[in-house]
């Protein structure tokens, strides 16, 4: 019988992930499909209902159900527990388990370059859900220190506390304070929107160096400002589009228990920037 998934999230319509797991799905010849599921903020209850009703096989889920989701899970997973968010759901029978493939699919493609972590510094630009995952995964790394830069003081120094809580060092610093030192750091993650749709960079570039690994996570468009301007400083490029394949790859390997085909994901991803 034909197995059926889905992503949940609201805005959904611009959302990446059918195009992505409906050609892996066809690559491999998989008697599967993927839908998104528009589910308005408050909506979660009865949202996950429906999907069980049509006996879902497994979904992902974006802004804004990935911390709510958690609590209508049977079994969460380590990393979920950690984040304290959810991307990744599998229903066996009704019973709904929790992954958060986000940590991996951050770390992979700095694995892929065969980067190692640890022990260097990192200034991580946000405070977000995202920047969350982000620390989780350099935690399991080692580094040395994060540091966090946001607009919002507070919530940086909430993320501050969350990164010394999992043993790691960490301190803030302003937006203006990190483009000045920025140069001091192996790793610069922006894990903010800013960028999104080629507007904005999120700190200033000119003390990035040559030295520097920087990691958007925005990956509409593929070259955000901090990207382009940092790649003009001689820097190392992670682009976000590789996190989000990352990402999607392995919530297709918890749900099919199959390598998930790398490059026919690659090609639909790149094929719709
Ligand atoms: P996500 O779950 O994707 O991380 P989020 O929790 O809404 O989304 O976090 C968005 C991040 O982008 C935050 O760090 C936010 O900064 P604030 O904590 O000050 O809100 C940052 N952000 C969004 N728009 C921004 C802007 N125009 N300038 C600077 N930072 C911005």
Redesign the pocket.
């Known amino acids: 019988m034909t197995k059926t998934y889905a992503v949940i999230g609201d805005p959904i319509d611009h959302s990446f992930s059918p195009a992505l797991h409906n050609a892996a799905f066809l690559f491999l010849g998989l008697d599967c499909t993927y839908i998104a599921y528009r589910i308005p903020k408050g909506e979660l209850e009865y949202g996950i209902e429906a999907l069980k009703k049509i006996n879902i096989s497994g979904f992902n889920v974006t ?1 804004p159900h ?1 911390v709510d989701m958690m609590k209508f899970l049977d079994e969460v997973d380590n990393e979920c527990k950690l984040v304290g968010a959810t991307n990744t759901i599998i229903n066996e029978n009704g019973r709904l388990k929790g992954y958060n493939t986000d940590v991996a699919g951050f770390l992979d493609p700095i694995k892929k370059r065969n980067i190692s972590p640890k022990d260097s510094d990192v200034l991580l ?8 995952a982000i620390i989780v995964g350099f935690g399991k790394e080692k580094v040395h220190r994060i540091t966090i830069t ?3 003081r507070e ?2 120094e909430e993320l501050v506390k969350f990164a010394q809580g999992i043993g790691l060092e960490s301190d803030y610093l302003d ?1 203006q304070s990190a483009g000045e030192i920025a140069n001091r750091y192996k790793f610069v993650v922006n ?4 960028g999104l749709k080629g507007i ?1 960079c ?1 700190i200033s570039t000119k003390n990035i160096s040559k030295d520097s690994i920087v990691y958007d996570i925005v990956y509409v468009p593929v070259e955000t400002p901090l990207i382009e301007q940092s790649k003009n400083q001689g820097a190392t490029i992670i682009y976000g589009w590789e996190m989000l394949l990352a990402q999607a790859m392995k919530s297709f390997e918890i749900w099919t228990g199959r390598p998930a085909p790398y490059e026919a994901m690659k090609l639909t991803l790149l094929g719709r920037f």
Do not use: E, F, Y
């Open positions: 802004i990935k630009i946000g405070a977000g859900g995202a920047a969350r946001n607009r919002t919530r940086a937006l894990a903010t929107s800013v904005g999120p």
